[in-house]
């Protein structure tokens, strides 16, 4: 069983390489709102996944609008707002 420090450690870590993927990302400027291709490098997702996560509900509300028409979607997802919303829902 791992102790509390290796936890904590182990979530430095991730914050760590979040971090370092915003940067990378943003290239300096930051960028609001990304695209589902730019979202789901992000959080390590693919297409299909990042779907999956929309209808379980795990991402949505105020973090992501759509910008297609009902019948073909195109989302952009809020950066911030949604690398929340899903590394706290899918925990």
């Known amino acids: 069983m791992a102790s509390d420090i290796d ?4 979530l430095v870590e991730k914050v760590d390489q979040l971090h370092r ?3 990378a990302l943003g290239g300096g400027d930051t960028q609001t709102w990304l695209d ?7 959080v390590g997702l693919n297409s299909d996944q990042l779907g999956y996560q929309i209808r379980k509900g795990r ?3 105020d973090c ?3 910008v297609g028409t009902a019948k073909r979607p195109r ?3 809020h950066r911030e707002k949604a690398t929340d919303r899903f590394l706290n829902g899918a925990g």
């Open 7 to 10: 936890v904590l450690m182990h």
């Open 21 to 23: 993927k915003l940067d």
């Open 36 to 42: 589902s291709t730019e979202f789901g490098k992000l």
């Open 59 to 61: 991402i949505s509300g």
């Open 64 to 66: 992501m609008r759509n």
């Open 75 to 77: 989302y952009r997802f």
